[in-house]
């Protein structure tokens, strides 16, 4: 399936949203406004109410985009659960929808209780992409970031396709190598990686529907990275390696091996979350840097400061905007709303971000913030993003050799629209920089 049959809504612009009326977040173009929006929805309707758009025809959707709420909703995995069905599509479910029903059967029999669900982490995926096992892969990071910029830091002119040439390859590099996939097998593994994440691009609504025609088509693409994913894990049987997919094969959960599927489900997991979502915080963070020469000197001058930067960078532009990934068990009551059973509630991580309430002045970059990694960019809470340890290492390594290397980025001129995908995450389509090498 290609892009091309997406070029309206890819080409899409709407106007900025000057009333509540005016305002909806999912609609072509509106994602060159969320900004804008999030303050009106912050001030007159902080608990929106989206018309049949719920679990059921006969129910409804809310968006969430005070902090203060979405930190109530993710702290409470017994009155907001994970939907039963709607979040990702799943009542489109066919039989053939290998990922959708992969992803859903791992997560009842490898994570059936809240428990369960902190094990899942602590000893699945943790020792890996989490925190704790992240910083064992800096060398690995370091040396891709340095390939990266050695292939191009001699070119003259002095100007880079910042995105193709390193922040989306940077990530399809590590996870790569962490997951042990040939890195020969690299441009077919980015176009099952953007079939992956293609609902949350091009689907429709706060839901991310997708046509049957659509569905069809992508359930073809994943159903061809499942078996790929199969046959890795039928080859680190055989073989075993130093790597995440051995790892997943080996390993002893609740007194027992995982089953093939099980590992599938959870490398496939690993891969979509681990490639677009750091390559849109990368380039976010370049963009910044390019629009503030004062902010770069400020970093380049004292980079213990990198990491307050990558912080706020997530915060400001973060990667995924919002998931409709919470119901609610029981009705609720929120600022006044009245949210019955069986709601979707679509959590705009993103507005959470830019809420003055809990982050005066949003907008700016803020290195000396207080706690600034408060952030809800990985949400929070026990379902908290499992890869937030390796996204953070390798941004912050990106940065660390970026500042070595490099005296300056400025954008290009003439080359730069700075528009972004369509659906729910914040992502450049390109970003075309200048950079001056390092004295
Ligand atoms: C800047 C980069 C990233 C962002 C912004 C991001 C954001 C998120 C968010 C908001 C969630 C939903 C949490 C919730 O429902 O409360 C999530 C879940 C998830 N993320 Fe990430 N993520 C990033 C990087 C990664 C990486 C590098 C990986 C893998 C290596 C990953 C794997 C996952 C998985 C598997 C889930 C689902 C967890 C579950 O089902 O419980 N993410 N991520």
């Known amino acids: 399936m290609t892009e091309t049959m997406y070029q309206e809504m890819i080409d899409a612009t709407a106007e900025c949203p000057m009333k509540l009326d005016d305002v909806d977040l999912f609609a072509p173009g509106q994602q060159e406004h969320w900004f804008d929006s999030y303050k009106i929805l912050h001030e007159e309707a902080p608990v929106l109410r989206i018309p049949g758009e719920g679990t059921t025809p006969d ?22 659960p994970q939907p039963t069905y709607g979040g990702a599509g799943l009542e489109h479910a066919e039989d053939d929808d290998h990922s959708v029903l992969l992803d859903a059967m791992a997560r009842n029999t490898l994570r059936p209780n809240m428990e369960l669900h902190k094990q899942h982490r602590i000893q699945l995926t943790d020792p890996w992409v989490g925190a704790t096992g992240a910083p064992r892969h800096r060398p690995m990071v370091t040396r891709y970031v340095d390939e990266l910029i050695d292939a191009w830091i001699d070119r003259q002119p002095s100007e880079i396709d910042f995105v193709e040439e390193f922040a989306a390859p940077l990530p399809q590099m590590v996870m790569t190598t962490i997951l042990g996939f040939p890195f020969e097998d690299m441009p077919q593994l980015r176009v099952w990686g953007q079939a992956q994440v293609r609902r949350f691009v091009y689907g429709k609504g706060h839901r991310n529907l997708m046509s049957d025609k659509e569905e069809a088509e992508n359930a073809h693409d994943l159903g061809e990275f499942m078996e790929y994913v199969q046959a890795q894990v039928t080859r680190k049987r055989q073989d075993p390696q130093d790597d995440m997919t051995t790892f997943l094969t080996q390993v002893e959960y609740m007194g027992r091996k995982l089953t093939d599927s099980e590992v599938v489900g959870v490398v496939f997991g690993m891969h979509i979350g681990g490639l677009e979502t750091t390559q ?160």
Request: glycine share 8%; net charge negative; hydrophobic share 40%.
């Open 280 to 439: 849109y915080a990368i380039a976010a963070e370049a963009e910044l840097l390019a629009r503030e020469p004062d902010l770069w000197n400020a970093i380049k001058a004292d980079r213990s400061r990198i990491r307050f930067f990558v912080e706020e960078g997530l915060r400001i532009q973060a990667p995924t905007q919002g998931l409709s990934t919470r119901m609610t068990a029981k009705d609720v009551e929120m600022r006044g709303v009245t949210i019955p059973k069986g709601s979707i509630l679509h959590l705009r991580y993103g507005a959470a971000n830019h809420d003055p309430e809990e982050f005066p002045c949003p907008a700016d970059v803020d290195l000396a913030r207080a706690n600034t990694g408060r952030h809800m960019t990985f949400s929070q809470g026990i379902r908290v993003c499992p890869g937030a340890g390796i996204s953070r290492l390798e941004q912050n390594i990106a940065w660390e050799r970026l500042f070595e290397r490099l005296d300056g980025l400025s954008f290009t001129p003439g080359l730069n629209d700075f528009r972004h995908q369509p659906g729910i995450m914040l992502g450049l389509w390109d970003l075309n920089l200048t950079f001056e090498k390092a004295k």
């Open 59 to 80: 129910t409804d959707g809310f968006v969430i985009t005070k902090y203060e709420d979405i930190a109530m909703i993710i702290r409470d995995p017994y009155t907001f």
